[in-house]
């Protein structure tokens, strides 16, 4: 069965710090893989996504991932955060086939100090 | 254009009761999903449709969990007899057509709050 860790289960950063949150998959297959973020009060919405591919993939609001198949790896990086970035981020994998569910990980609270 | 919406954002409920939860997707799209998001379990996949073949039931807990798409659009999930373990925050997804080998991104609702008392 498939499933996705995440490492980091609270963050705390002060602004213009470099972020990255760890996520490993565990799926044999071909997979899509995704991060989603929820802003205090709001849902989810993504913030980028890997189908194929350049498997550094760049999102909204300066973040980017890569895919490292060797390493079931899907991280998450922003070079300088704000205080704005305060949210929880979920990564999320589907192995394809016929219903394309996703699989979360347990999701990281990053909160920035300004 | 509007996102996928679900009704009502908030609701209450004696434990045994029944309660039904609704979700409008995004126009067009032919996938829906339903998931839940608890403290301690994170999010979990509910079920799926698309189109007129068989709902992926897969990830309902229990029997007392059912859901419905008429028409291909609206859903509604139904929980009987409500026990405080399904207290959460439900949460509607749709996309497009899922093909075998092709992903689409999934759009997600405001969700609806459940509180079983």
């Known amino acids: 069965a498939q499933s996705v860790s995440q490492h980091n289960h609270h963050v705390i950063l002060s602004e213009a710090a470099s972020l990255e949150l760890g996520c490993n998959y565990s799926?044999?297959?071909?997979?899509?893989l995704f991060w989603y973020v929820q802003y205090p009060g709001q849902h989810l919405q993504l913030l980028l996504k890997?189908?194929?591919?350049?498997?550094l993939v760049k999102g909204i609001k300066g973040f980017e991932a890569e895919f490292i198949k060797s390493k079931f790896s899907f991280n998450l990086r922003k070079p300088s955060v704000q205080w704005s970035d305060t949210a929880e981020y979920f990564c999320?994998?589907?192995?394809?086939?016929?219903?394309?569910?996703?699989?979360f990980g347990t999701g990281t609270l990053l909160a920035v100090q300004p | 254009g509007a996102g996928v919406s679900q009704s009502p954002s908030n609701k209450v409920t004696e434990k045994g009761k029944d309660v039904e939860l609704r979700c409008d997707p995004i126009?067009?799209?032919?996938?829906l999903y339903w998931y839940r998001q608890s403290l301690g379990q994170g999010l979990e996949f509910l079920i799926y449709?698309?189109?007129?073949?068989?709902?992926?039931k897969s990830g309902l807990p229990s029997d007392r969990f059912s859901a419905e798409r008429t028409g291909g659009s609206v859903s509604t999930l139904t929980i009987q007899r409500t026990q405080q373990e399904d207290s959460a925050v439900y949460l509607c997804?749709?996309?497009?057509?899922?093909?075998?080998?092709?992903?689409?991104?999934?759009?997600f609702g405001p969700g609806t709050r459940l509180t079983v008392t």
């Open positions: 997804a749709s996309s497009h057509r899922i093909t075998i080998g092709g992903a689409y991104e999934q759009y």
């Open positions: 799926y044999g297959g071909t997979v899509n």
């Open positions: 890997y189908f194929s591919g350049d498997p």
């Open positions: 999320a994998v589907n192995g394809g086939g016929a219903t394309n569910k996703l699989i």
């Open positions: 126009s067009g799209h032919t996938a």
């Open positions: 449709f698309q189109g007129n073949s068989a709902p992926d």
